[in-house]
C-alpha cells in the first residue's frame, strides 16, 4: 500500500529557506499517470495548492508562490522535495504531499485529475 | 485563475439528517471537481471526483453533482464520523484551488 510522508525541520527563521521532503514507499514514484504534490493548510484556516512535479521533473506552481517555490524529484530515492525561500510568518503551516491521480476518460480531451492519497503532514512554524 | 466558493460556511445537524453542500466555481469547469472531508489534525480524504464518481472505500451515503459553475455533495444520512470539514477542488485548470471549506458540525 502507498504511503507518503513528509519531512524536515519543524522551525524555520524568517526570511530563509524552508525545506521539505516527501518520501514514497509502497510504490514507484516513476509510475506514469501521477503527479506529485504539496499543499498546505496555516492553522484554522483552508488548503491551498502549492505546486506539483511528475517524475519526469516537469513541474507547475502556484503563481501565487511562484517566485519562491521549487519542486524537485529524486527518483532514485523514490522522494520528492519543496523550498519554499525567503518566508515569513505567514507561510506558517501544516504542509502535505500528496499523489495527484489522473483519470482519462474515452471522448473526453482533459483527463480528470485528484488528490487521492495524502502524507500526515508536517506543522512548519516560522519564527526567530 | 478560478475561484472557488462554498456555502454554507458551516452548519449543525443531527444524526439521520441529510445534509447539502454547495460549491461554485467562478467559470465553468465542466465536470472537474473533486470533494474532500477534513477531520481535525488529520489530512484531507478524497470523496468525490470528477463530480460525481465516489472514491473506492467510501461510503455510499455520499454523493456528488453538477457541472459548469454548481455543485454539490450530499450526504443522505448523517453519521457520526461525518462530522468535518468539507472542501471541493476544481481540477479544470492550474492553479488548482480549492474551496474555503464547510464545517458540518453537531446540532
Known amino acids: 500500500q502507498l504511503q507518503l510522508q513528509e519531512s524536515g525541520p519543524g522551525l524555520v527563521k524568517p526570511s530563509e529557506t524552508l525545506s521539505l521532503t516527501c518520501t514514497v514507499s509502497g510504490g514507484s514514484i516513476s509510475s506514469s499517470s501521477y503527479y506529485w504534490g504539496w499543499i498546505r493548510q496555516p492553522p484554522g484556516k483552508g488548503l491551498e495548492w502549492i505546486g506539483s512535479i511528475y517524475y519526469s521533473g516537469s513541474t507547475y506552481y502556484n503563481p501565487s508562490l511562484k517566485s519562491r517555490v521549487t519542486i524537485s524529484v529524486d527518483t532514485s530515492k523514490n522522494q520528492f522535495s519543496l523550498k519554499l525561500s525567503s518566508v515569513t510568518a505567514a507561510d506558517t503551516a501544516v504542509y502535505y504531499c500528496?499523489?495527484?491521480?489522473?483519470?482519462?476518460?474515452?471522448?473526453?480531451?482533459?483527463?480528470?485529475?485528484?488528490?487521492?492519497?495524502w502524507g500526515r503532514g508536517t506543522l512548519v512554524t516560522v519564527s526567530s | 485563475d478560478i475561484q472557488m466558493t462554498q456555502s454554507p460556511s458551516s452548519l449543525s445537524a443531527s444524526v439521520g439528517d441529510r445534509v447539502t453542500i454547495t460549491c461554485r466555481a467562478s467559470q465553468s469547469i465542466s465536470s472537474y471537481l473533486n470533494w474532500y472531508q477534513q477531520k481535525p489534525g488529520k489530512a484531507p480524504k478524497l470523496l468525490i471526483y470528477a463530480a460525481s464518481s465516489l472514491q473506492s472505500g467510501v461510503p455510499s451515503r455520499f454523493s456528488g453533482s453538477g457541472s459548469g459553475t454548481d455543485f454539490t455533495l450530499t450526504i443522505s444520512s448523517l453519521q457520526p464520523e461525518d462530522f468535518a470539514t468539507y472542501y471541493c477542488?476544481?481540477?479544470?485548470?492550474?492553479?488548482?484551488?480549492f474551496g474555503p471549506g464547510t464545517k458540518v458540525d453537531i446540532k
Open positions: 477542488q476544481q481540477s479544470y485548470s492550474t492553479p488548482r484551488a
Open positions: 500528496a499523489r495527484e491521480d489522473e483519470m482519462a476518460v474515452a471522448g473526453k480531451s482533459m483527463s480528470y485529475w485528484y488528490f487521492d492519497l
